[in-house]
Each structure stands twice: as structure tokens, then as C-alpha cells.
């Protein structure tokens, strides 16, 4: 296991609420990074430095999970726990314009 990963995936949801794990800081970061422009907050600025910070090895990837897990849970992108499991531990991942495609959502409805 890399430095930057992470100990627990963070399951997140994509598209049209298809569960994705994000593994480390590297997979939050490409996330982070192709977020709309228009669609950023200062939570999403936090959790990009800190993955960054964890790609770089200046802070551990736990702190970078955390910052993400805030940046999800401000954008209504965690996916719910079912049976004491994430949901989607086994489902594929989705492509970085799913989650685009949702942010613009949230973000109109708000």
C-alpha cells in the first residue's frame, strides 16, 4: 500500500447514484481537480491542499481522507452504510464527468 492511501475507502456517489470507492489521495484528488470551477467552495480548496499535502508526503493520508470526507458530506455525495457495510465496496468506479455531472446538480438545486 502506498503512502497516500487511504486505511477505509470513502464510498461516494456518482451519476445517477452509482456508489464509488475512493481508495487514496491520489483517486480524491483527480476528483477534486476536474470539480466545475463554478461548483467550488472553500471546503472542496481544503480537501485539494490536503490531498496534495498526502501525494507529496508532507501530512498522512488519514488527514487528507478526513478533508475529503467533509468536502463529500458538504455535497451530499457520501453514499449511505447499509448492513454494516459502505455501500458500493464492490461496485466499479465511474468516470471523473459523472461526479461533474452531479456537483452541477447539487449545486442548482441549492
Request: hydrophobic share 50%; glycine share 6%; aromatic share 6%.
Amino acid at each position: 500500500m502506498d503512502r497516500a492511501s487511504f486505511d477505509k475507502p470513502v464510498a461516494i456517489l456518482t451519476g445517477l447514484g452509482t456508489p464509488t470507492k475512493i481508495e487514496s489521495a491520489a483517486e480524491a484528488y483527480a476528483l477534486l481537480a476536474e470539480w466545475p470551477a463554478t461548483s467550488r467552495t472553500a471546503a472542496h480548496d481544503i480537501a485539494a491542499k490536503a490531498c496534495r499535502a498526502a501525494l507529496e508526503g508532507e501530512i498522512d493520508a488519514e488527514t487528507a481522507r478526513a478533508t475529503f470526507v467533509a468536502f463529500a458530506r458538504r455535497n451530499d455525495l457520501l453514499a449511505p452504510q447499509t448492513n454494516g457495510m459502505v455501500a458500493g465496496e464492490s461496485v466499479a468506479g465511474a468516470t471523473v464527468a459523472d461526479w461533474a455531472t452531479r456537483a452541477q446538480r447539487v449545486n442548482a438545486s441549492a
